[in-house]
């Protein structure tokens, strides 16, 4: 009788000790909810660091830990942010190793995206695995949406191909009277989407194209491609291409004197960085690009956009993704605040059910996108240096210019 | 009157069918010339880029990892230069050419000198001063990261259409491309006619040798590898007259670098160029009718190559 009494005494004093020491720690003691991120700081995927999500996410820590921090009512106070991010180095397995690393080493309170739809497609799966609410940044395709229902503690908030831009953008070209297309696209999940959503939306407005090329991502010289597009006399040039890509398209145009009657262009079209990159705001005056949003979309987005130039250098802007982007760290905080939680479930659950108020309105998720409604704009023309919504409808901002302005004179300097 | 209609029918249709031809054979030939220009002109890039490497590896016998790194760095340079000071870039070229063979020139005094040293033969050197360019990457891009960025930068200059011929393009392009031609001449002539190029020439085919003739071989590794972080930097501001630049992409500069280093033959100048040319042109053909195939044709020719012709076409 003695030895069973004996491992009762220890079994006892083993949970009293776990009670005493890890329970109260676990409760009282928590001052600050730790968030981690796997972020590329380094490698070809830097440039959205830097431009897109990342000054965001920073932005919003200082905003919150300057008021106090998110009101947690399970721990009956505010909580400030302290943010734990690694490098991936733009390698995606670094990434899924680290955002284990970071849940099941670092056990942090929340995660934040990675870099990329491909990215986001391995990260939602580890997310989900691990039962981690995260919502997308920079990223969103067809096919993963598609998945959505397998993974339900991720949630997309950008645009994307059919989610609604290429619709839109076939409205308005049916609008403006384009009457043919030719289409560029990298050869990945984005370029692969966008071009086949593009193609099959022109053609059931009754838009011929006549030309469909697919390029690698690290191309060099673009020039013969623009050039069969202009032999072939298209009224419309789409290019679903990354900056890389992107940027020399417009300077290559400009150069050989290609200047269709409406360009549109894919990432890097919607960064204000291309006004920078290509010559100045008069270079790119009427070319689209996916998107949009600015200063008139909202007084909420006028204030946001002041917000912006105070935080960050004019050539750091986003006029497709930084209302969005900014929108899923405001749902993240007011689900905290609305569950009184940082525990998975009651957050997953608020983010899919509830409705929110960000800078974009009144703010929902629907299959765990952000739905249409929410929307400032899906299509945008550079206009005097301004990035403004062309969509039919109460969002726009300006109506389209078409055709698209000549290519202006070299400046002196040049 | 039918027949007389279907006879002047076909009278008249003669010469505007052969007017048709005319343009369409014109078309045809003007499609081509355009292609071949385009490749010539991209290929004076590749050719710049690889003869870098090709004498860091061919006579200094570092299989420089990090090139496309000082060609990162060389395009950084022209870009301050030009939007804060307003400086040409082919100014630049001048002003930046010493700076970077300094850097490279003492890098190779102080790593790998030591390395050098530490190594029973040229082939342990071969592996670890490989190693130590892999570290030379990630410090050079982490360094660029943190002063400007991972934005892309970029500045007009010429980027205006030349028609030659009925073939449009940029003036910028054909800057580079005549640079390129201008710099490879004289570096070529620097190693033909001069007593430091024929002491370079002797120690790429027997150091050895070289060593016991007089030759200062360790001096002459070092110059090479300086020679080839010059070459770098002049490649990189050349292409910043044409595409936007970013801190990270030195790496996608290094592969084409290798491929051409491969194709013309390691060690020779000549090579070099014509590898730069040959790519250049295959490039542009490829992308002319199926841009997607480009880097799987590049990546095709560098696997035959390997296998047919290991020491490239004009190796020895």
């Known amino acids: 009788m003695k030895r069973p009494l004996k491992y009762f005494k220890l079994g006892t004093c083993f949970v009293v000790l776990i009670l ?95 870099v990329s739809t491909a990215f986001l497609f391995a990260a939602s799966a580890v997310a989900n695995r691990h039962k981690y609410v995260m919502i997308g940044a920079e990223g969103g395709a067809t096919s993963l949406s598609e998945t959505m229902d397998k993974v339900p503690y991720f949630f997309m908030v950008l645009q994307f191909s059919n989610h609604y831009q290429m619709p839109v953008m076939a409205d308005i070209f049916e609008e403006i009277g384009v009457k043919s297309a030719a289409i560029n696209f990298i050869e990945d999940l984005h370029g692969i989407e966008y071009s086949g959503q593009a193609s099959n939306e022109l053609s059931k407005k009754g838009i011929a194209v006549k030309m469909i090329k697919s390029t ?23 290019s679903f291409t990354y900056p890389p890509v992107t940027f020399p398209t417009v300077m290559t145009a400009q150069a050989i004197g290609y200047n269709p009657k409406a360009m549109l262009l894919g990432p890097g079209g919607n960064f204000e960085v291309i006004k920078y990159v290509c010559g ?135 | 009157m039918s027949v007389h209609d279907g006879f002047l029918s076909v009278r008249s249709g003669q010469p505007a069918n052969i007017i048709t031809s005319i343009q369409e054979a014109f078309g045809m030939i003007v499609k081509i010339f355009d292609v071949l220009v385009a490749g010539l002109l991209l290929g004076g890039i590749y050719a710049l880029i690889a003869v870098g490497l090709s004498l860091q590896y061919g006579v200094a016998r570092v299989f420089n990892i990090s090139h496309g790194e000082f060609i990162m760095l060389g395009a950084f340079a022209t870009w301050i230069l030009y939007t804060t000071a307003g400086i040409n870039p082919l100014i630049s070229l001048i002003i930046c050419g010493p700076f970077v063979f300094l850097i490279g020139f003492f890098l190779h005094k102080t790593l790998f000198k030591s390395l050098l040293s530490s190594s029973p033969n040229m082939n342990v050197f071969e592996g670890k001063s490989m190693l130590a360019c892999f ?85 002459v590794l070092a110059l090479c590898f300086g020679f080839g972080a010059v070459m770098a930097g002049f490649a990189g501001a050349l292409i910043s007259m044409c595409y936007p630049i970013q801190t990270t992409m030195g790496l996608e500069y290094t592969v084409i670098a290798i491929i051409v280093v491969a194709l013309g033959g390691m060690g020779s100048i000549v090579g070099s160029f014509v590898g730069g040319f040959l790519l250049g042109l295959i490039g542009s ?32």
């Open chain 1, 216 to 238: 690698p991502p690290d191309i060099k010289d673009v020039s013969p491609i623009l050039k069969e597009a202009q032999r072939l006399n298209v009224d419309a040039y789409l």
């Open chain 1, 20 to 114: 005493l020491f890890s329970f109260p720690f676990s409760v009282y003691a928590k001052d600050k909810i730790v968030i981690g991120a796997s972020r590329s700081i380094s490698g070809p995927l830097a440039f959205f660091e830097e431009n897109a999500f990342g000054p965001l996410y920073k932005m919003w820590v200082k905003e919150i830990n300057a008021k106090g921090g998110i009101y947690v009512k399970e721990y009956g106070k505010k909580l400030p942010i302290e943010m734990l991010v690694y490098d991936d180095k733009s390698d995606m397995g670094t990434m899924t190793r680290l955002l284990d690393k970071l849940i099941l080493q670092d056990k942090v309170d929340l995660i934040l995206p990675p």
């Open chain 2, 285 to 316: 053909i490829v992308t002319s009718i199926e841009p997607s195939l480009y880097l799987i044709v590049f990546y095709f020719i560098f696997s035959l190559l390997l296998l047919v012709r290991p020491k490239g076409i004009l190796g020895r």
């Open chain 1, 280 to 414: 100045g705001a008069e270079v790119v005056e009427g070319v689209m690009g996916e998107g949009a949003w600015n200063a008139k979309s909202s007084p909420a987005h006028a204030e946001f956009a002041k917000k912006l130039l105070q935080n960050m250098k004019p050539s750091q802007l986003d006029w497709w993704g930084h209302d969005v982007y900014w929108t899923a760290l405001q749902v993240l905080e007011q689900a905290i605040e609305k569950t009184g939680s940082l525990d998975h479930e009651k957050l997953r659950k608020s983010i899919a059910n509830d409705k929110f108020n960000t800078v974009l309105g009144e703010t929902w998720f629907e299959n765990q996108m952000l739905a249409e409604p929410c929307y400032a704009g899906q299509i945008g023309q550079w206009q005097n240096g301004i990035f403004e919504v062309i969509d039919p409808g109460p969002k726009r901002t300006a109506a389209p210019i078409y055709p698209k302005p000549p290519w202006p004179a070299p400046k002196p300097k040049e």
């Open chain 2, 135 to 219: 570290g030379l990457l990630f410090i050079i891009q982490n360094i660029a990261l943190l002063i400007w960025g991972a934005d892309f930068k970029g500045y007009s200059y010429l980027n205006v259409g030349i028609n030659f011929l009925g073939a449009v393009f940029a003036a910028n392009r054909l800057v580079t491309l005549l640079a390129a031609l201008a710099i490879g001449a004289v570096f070529y002539l620097f190693l033909a006619f001069t007593r430091m190029g024929k002491a370079i020439r002797a120690a790429a085919q027997d150091p050895k040798t070289a060593g016991l003739m007089g030759v200062n071989i360790n001096q």
